[in-house]
């Protein structure tokens, strides 16, 4: 019996995230996605989850039967944690542009916020193998780690965005 390397679950150590101003469309397989420049490196990612809310509906004069209905899908707000980065990276800006900065008037600027599952192949050269495109999302909160004197831990910086839906792909 032959076991393909496929056959085994995927690992969740490799990622990279990106961030767009449009869609981005997949057309042919996963490798011929271009990154973005405004690529980040994130520590962990949480948050990619979708649940179906359902509606019970009884059955009239059946006491002991109960349907449920499909309704709307609710997803998490997917949360970026990195070290603190000592610059001012594109991701950032577009956070506090609209979370801390002061402003009488400001603008939601919406991105496209794609998450890339990696794998090395046999020439040791990165290769997606999942993605998860997140549409429409902005800032919902940042939260930027304790700072302990008693302790030498990175400072974490902890990103919050929301979304309306995700899309996952898989590179076949």
Known sequence: M????????????????????QLVGLDGPLSSIFFDPDES????????????NTSAITDAGSNNRQYHLPGTTTYSDLVLSRGLIKRESP????VNDLLTNDSFSYQVTLKTVNVFLMENNENNQEQIIMAWSFFNCYPKGLEIGA??????EIAVERLKLTYTHFNQYFNN
């Open 2 to 21: 032959n076991i393909d390397k496929n056959d085994y679950p995927a690992l969740g150590f490799k990622f990279k995230v990106t961030s767009t101003n």
């Open 147 to 152: 700072f302990n004197a008693d302790k030498s």
């Open 91 to 94: 991701m950032a800006t577009w």
């Open 41 to 52: 490196f994130f520590q962990s990612i949480s948050g990619i989850s979708a649940d179906l």
